[in-house]
């Protein structure tokens, strides 16, 4: 059954371990990130520091939403270690690149991903393309936790590439474009199971208009308290490259502007729509306040200078897990 993101967010906190277990998973359980104790106080500092209020329903609200959250209400402490499911060291401030910046290099995937829901009855091969189904997600997720990936943040990887901060054994970093509302039902829960945390990508003007096929501001406050990033597409998906600087400004700062008033934390990392950037975006990136921008180029290596245009790995409706084990294996 098809749930709609706020009949979910009434349910979630209720049902929340029901949620997580209901994605038939049996991962492992949560690791340290191997990025020592400095990297876990700093995610302790950042969680704190960032993390919306959530407003949880009470226990014993009845439960009248049926499917994967038919369980009996939770107590609190059953919901509590959601707390520390943020396992991603986050740097609060601008990393400053140490010395040895120019020499550094780090070979790791940062993988893009569309949408995460079933394929939709006649779906054109477009749409099966940018479409990994839950199951395939699900699995894919199993096999990062099971061959000891770890997920990263796009903050500790430039943070990492600044001043050489140590991250995880084969780290990863997931990006979802877009910001469609399925993401709510079969990204969120597979990765809250798994102790895995993401970057996804909004087109603010769509959030704003509540459009049903993207995830809501609410939807987002609550991914964003689970550990997720939650960072700009621009406000309107138009491509960058070739448009005047005025209107270029407007997309860039206002879309980080619109995170930053719903979630209270501003965003600092950038997503072109379909890769369109030009001198202008890269000259306005840095003044907007941006650490980094992710493009559609293909690439598993990172430099600091590179930062503006992060090269990623496409993960398709069509990617099995012997050609995701691939991708993953390259980047190692
Ligand atoms: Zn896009």
């Given at each position: 059954m ?19 277990v209901s ?13 020592g104790?400095?990297?876990e106080?700093?995610t ?25 959250h ?49 394929w ?14 839950p ?16 997920t990263?943040?796009?903050y500790a ?18 990006t ?10 079969y ?31 609410s ?22 490259d ?18 930053e008033a719903?979630l ?6 950038f ?16 003044e907007?306040?941006?650490w980094?921008?992710?493009t ?11 930062r ?11 990617t ?13």
């Open positions: 098809r749930l709609r993101p706020t009949q979910l967010a009434a349910a979630l906190a209720a049902g929340l371990l029901t949620w997580i994605t038939g998973i049996a991962f492992p359980p949560p690791q340290s990130t191997g990025g104790v400095e990297a106080s700093a302790a500092t950042h969680a704190s520091a960032t993390r919306a209020p959530i407003v949880m329903p009470s226990a014993t609200q009845p439960q009248t939403i049926t499917g994967i038919q369980a009996p209400p939770l107590t609190q402490a059953a919901i509590e270690p959601v707390e520390a499911a943020t396992a991603t060291p986050l740097p609060l401030f601008w990393p400053t690149p140490d010395a040895g910046v120019a020499q550094r290099g780090l070979v790791l995937p940062i993988l893009t991903y569309h949408y995460v829901e079933p939709p009855d006649q779906a054109s091969p477009l749409r099966q393309g940018l479409t990994v189904r199951d395939d997600f699900a699995a894919q997720m199993q096999f990062l936790v099971d061959e000891g990936y770890t990263i943040s796009l990887l430039i943070d990492s590439l600044a001043t050489g901060t140590p991250l995880p054994e084969r780290p990863v970093v997931l979802f474009d877009d910001g469609y509302a399925g993401l709510f039902d990204a969120a829960p597979v990765l809250l199971r798994a102790d895995q945390t993401a970057t996804v990508f909004v087109i603010t003007e769509f959030v704003d208009q509540e459009r049903p096929e993207y995830l809501s501001w939807d987002l406050r609550f991914m964003h308290s689970l550990g997720w990033s939650v960072e700009p597409h621009t406000k309107t998906h138009i491509g960058l070739g448009l005047r600087y005025e209107r270029q400004l407007y997309e860039m700062l206002g879309s980080i502007e619109t995170i719903n209270g934390v501003r965003p600092r990392f997503n072109y729509p379909s890769g369109s950037y030009d001198e202008t975006t890269l000259a306005l990136a840095p907007v306040g941006l980094g921008g992710v559609t180029a293909g690439g598993w290596y990172h430099r600091y200078a590179d503006y245009t992060l090269t990623r790995i496409r993960v398709t409706g069509h099995d897990l012997a050609h995701f084990a691939e991708i993953l294996d390259y980047g190692r």
